[in-house]
């Protein structure tokens, strides 16, 4: 039972260039989610999604796409990489109450 | 939308004296209130969390107590360790009735250092 694996852990972009963050669960949960962790400013909702087929945006979607055709993953897309994408990104997941998280994919834009 | 104050940002106590980390939410419909610890480099992990039903919650050494009257809830940690050093984020969030995850909202952290 691996519970939340993200893929890759460090990754470094070229302004402009696009790329995708893996997500994927083994937990069988309907809810998943992306955050981006930032110093200073706690962990800000990016985009979720409450099962397959269905995604919504969070607090700070702005740049990224998400798509949900399994109940298992739950992939980021970064369309065209900016230096403000700068950050800790962690995909979690859960069913009723608390969040698990993956490991975070550290991200550069340089 | 909700939003969670955390306070403090950060906290520097001696072993085995009590830490106290409070934060206040904005939304009276948000129902369930998770407390995670970060170590460094790594994932948050879920340490206690209370419902909106329960007025406080105890866990060995870590407590946390909600007033939905007055909007916060506080995390407490008694005879801390070194190894209790960590970030502590709150978290809020309005669970529908079945208990499907409805989206977290966090504060912006605590760091907390025990030392020695």
């Known amino acids: 039972n691996a519970g939340v694996t993200q893929t890759p852990k460090f990754q470094v972009l070229k302004t402009g260039q696009s790329m995708t963050l ?16 930032d110093p200073g400013m706690g962990l800000r909702l ?19 796409n998400v798509s949900r055709s399994t109940t298992e993953d ?9 230096p403000s994408q700068t950050s800790v990104y962690f995909c979690a997941s859960s069913k009723a109450g608390g969040a698990f998280f993956g490991q975070g994919t550290r991200l550069t834009v340089v | 939308g909700e939003n969670v104050e955390q306070h403090p940002s950060t906290l520097s106590v001696q072993e085995g004296d009590s830490a106290v980390i ?20 790594k994932r948050p992990q879920l ?21 939905k009257t007055a909007k916060h809830f506080s995390l407490h940690i008694t005879e801390t360790q070194p190894e209790d050093s960590a970030v502590y984020f709150c978290a809020a969030s309005k669970l529908p009735y079945g208990g499907s995850q409805g989206n977290l909202i966090f504060g912006k952290g605590t760091k907390l250092s025990v030392k020695p």
């Open chain 2, 47 to 67: 340490i206690i969390d209370i419902r909106s039903n329960v007025g406080e919650k105890k866990d060995q050494r870590i407590a946390v107590t909600l007033n």
């Open chain 1, 22 to 37: 893996q997500c994927a669960q083994d937990m069988n949960h309907e809810y998943m989610s992306w955050y981006r962790q």
């Open chain 2, 22 to 41: 409070k934060c206040t939410y904005s939304d009276s419909a948000s129902n369930y209130f998770p407390w995670y610890k970060q170590e460094l480099g």
């Open chain 1, 74 to 82: 739950f992939p980021l897309r970064l369309l065209s990489a900016a």
């Open chain 1, 46 to 64: 990016i985009h979720y999604s409450v099962g397959a087929g269905i995604t919504d945006q969070g607090e700070v979607p702005n740049g990224y």
